[in-house]
Each structure stands twice: as C-alpha cells, then as structure tokens.
C-alpha cells in the first residue's frame, strides 16, 4: 500500500472564529536553552498567584468565540497550582486546554491532573540526540525529557513534540521520525528559530546570530523530512516562513485572536514583537485595556512588498532583492503554518 496517497497537506488559514490565549504564568525556568524568547526585562520574573491566574483566564474567556489555551512558561510545571489551572480553564469552558513543557514535569504534575481535563501535554526536543539536544538545551535534559514523555503516554496523555529547528539541529530532523513513533507521539511541531530573546543576542566571539537556517536549506530539508515523518501517521505542523509567488499575505495581528500573555501584565498580539515594549493591550486592575504611543498594533496594517513589517524591523537577513530593488519573495506571518496530517 502507498502510504503517502493518504497524506493531506493544507495551510492552515488564521480562524476567524477562535481565540488563542498563550499564557505565561511566570518566567522562571529550571533550563537556560541557547535560543530561549524569555526576555525577563520585558516579560518580568513575577510568578502569577492562583488567584490572578483565575481572573485572568476569566478575562479571555467568551462565549461566542472557541477558546484555545496554551500554558506557558518559563516551565509552567515549575508553578504549583498549575494542575489547578488547567481545571479552572476547562470549567470555564476553554476549548482545548495544552501545557507546554520541558519534559521535567516539577510538582508532581501528572499525577495532579488527567487526560480528560488536559487535551495536549507538548514537550519540546531540539534533537534526536542526547549529543544535540544537550548542547542546545543543557545537560541531562534529553534524558529527564524522553523520560517524561514515556510517563505521559504510558499516562494515557495526548502528547505533541516541539523541535526548534536551527543551524545546529537541523541536520537530525529525520531522525525524529524513528524516534517519535518509539514514543507514542501524536503531533510533531516544527518550529522556525526566531530571532527574538536569547537568539537575538550576537555571538561574542563573531558577532553573528549564528543559529538561523537560510531559505534554501529550509526548503530543502523541511517540507520533505515533514512529509516522510507525517507518512507514518503523526501529524505535523511547521511554519510557512516563505510564500510563494501569488499567494495572498494575512498579518495575523490584522485577522485573527491571537494573544501572547506576560506575568508583568503585558499583551501582544504578536510574537515577534516579544522583545520590545510594543504591546497593544495590558492587563490592569484586572482589565485588559488598550496601550497608548506607537504599539504593534501600528505596524500590523502597513503593506509592504516584503510582506511581514516585524521580519523586515528585525530579521531583514531572511530578505532578498532583485536588481530592481523589488524583493524576490514575500515572508509569510509567523503564525501561518502548513498541516500534514
Ligand atoms: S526555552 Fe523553555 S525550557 Fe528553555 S530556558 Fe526558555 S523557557 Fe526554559
Ligand atoms: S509576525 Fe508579522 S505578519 Fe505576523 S502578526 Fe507579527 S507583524 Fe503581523
């Protein structure tokens, strides 16, 4: 039988009617990964109280729209009631609740909650090797992360994988087929390094942000390794990053409900803008309420012939031009991914 007649692959277009909540209840984390987007003078180092993590979910939460929720950290395992939390979400009728973890699963987490009340447990890898995956993420983290992974799915959780992709790791993407099929993952998410927090830094010694991978490389390796690893039934998802000629560019921040939550209160509507005090809205006295000054929200409604503002401002490396100076090709939002399931 030809397995890859079965495959679909589709980009998946931003929702109109669903809400995405990322929400980091606190910054603190047990790791220090090379390419970690915490930058703890923009996001703060408060760690959320129960009670204002309940509020807060309040907030966000509607009856006309689908509700997604994404706990984040820092690893939000590090914060005790996080258990707690995810049954307020589900109470007060979030549509899938997911925690995102680095494997280390503090406080007894899962013997807290169950795979009814939380829909995806995603923990994140950066290589297929203890070698690679250590050398990005910190010693020993390859092992307490396989070893939680096999505590979730003997757990009966559904569980999803994140991979990072960079210069570093990029080369080990298919071997994660063979290595995620051992687990018992259901979801492999491919995601682009971007050049935000730690990765945003320059390499003492050259000066160079070293770690991100060139469009050619990335449209050689990732759409292929995604297909040969969705053929064996796990769902894959990675980012568009390029789009191709003709095809329509949507800033996520114009059409869809996207909101990336801090413990020090603030909102963005978009990630890329994480490392500046840019956000549109803040959370006051309990009130999400609108930011004054030039915020991203201005910058979402510019049409520019690069496509993205936020890549153009802060990674215009990923650009090319032709000699009449027009770019060669548009760079997709962030947020739009291609599915293969
Ligand atoms: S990337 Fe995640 S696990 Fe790594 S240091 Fe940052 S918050 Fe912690
Ligand atoms: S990444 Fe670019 S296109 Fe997407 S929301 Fe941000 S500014 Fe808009």
């Known amino acids: 039988m030809n397995s890859a007649k079965k495959i679909k692959k589709n ?23 090379t390419h970690c987007y915490i930058n703890k003078k923009q996001h703060g180092t408060k760690t959320l109280s129960f009670a204002t993590i309940k ?32 049954e307020t979400a589900k109470a007060l009728g979030y549509n899938s609740v997911t925690v995102d973890t680095n494997g280390y699963l503090f406080n007894d987490f899962l013997a807290k909650t169950s795979p009814d009340t939380l829909d995806y447990l995603s923990f994140s890898l950066d290589g297929a090797s203890k070698e690679t995956n250590d050398m990005i993420r910190g010693k020993g983290c390859y092992d307490n992360c396989i070893k939680g992974i096999k505590k979730a799915v003997k757990k009966g959780f559904c569980t999803s994988l994140i991979y990072t992709v960079s210069s570093l790791n990029i080369d080990e993407l298919e071997k994660m087929g063979p290595l995620l099929n051992d687990l018992g993952i259901n979801r492999f998410f491919i995601q ?77 509507r978009c990630p890329l803008c994480e490392d500046f005090p840019m956000h549109s809205m803040a959370i006051k006295r309990n009130s999400l309420v609108q930011t004054g000054n030039i915020n991203e929200k201005h910058l979402f409604g510019l049409n520019i012939p690069e496509g993205c503002v936020m890549n153009r401002l802060i990674q215009p490396e990923n650009l090319a031009y032709k000699k009449d100076g027009t770019p060669e090709y548009k760079i997709a939002c962030c947020m739009l991914k291609e599915e293969i399931s």
């Open 55 to 86: 509020s807060w979910l309040q907030l966000f939460s509607s009856k006309e729209k689908k509700q997604n929720i994404i706990f984040l950290g820092g690893e939000p395992t590090l914060h005790p009631d996080l258990a707690k939390a995810v």
């Open 192 to 268: 682009v390094l971007g050049i935000r927090g730690e990765s945003a830094k320059e390499n003492t010694k050259t000066g160079e942000k070293i770690l991100q991978v060139q469009k050619s490389r990335w449209l050689d390796i990732i759409p292929e390794t995604a297909k040969n690893i969705a053929s064996s039934g796990i769902s894959v998802t990675y980012p568009k990053v390029y789009l191709n000629e003709g095809e329509t560019f949507e800033c996520a921040g114009n059409v869809a409900e996207n909101y990336f939550v801090f413990p020090n209160g603030r909102v963005y």
């Open 11 to 33: 980009t998946v277009s931003f929702s109109k009617d669903s809400v995405n909540l990322f929400f980091h209840i606190l910054t603190q984390c047990n790791l220090s990964c």
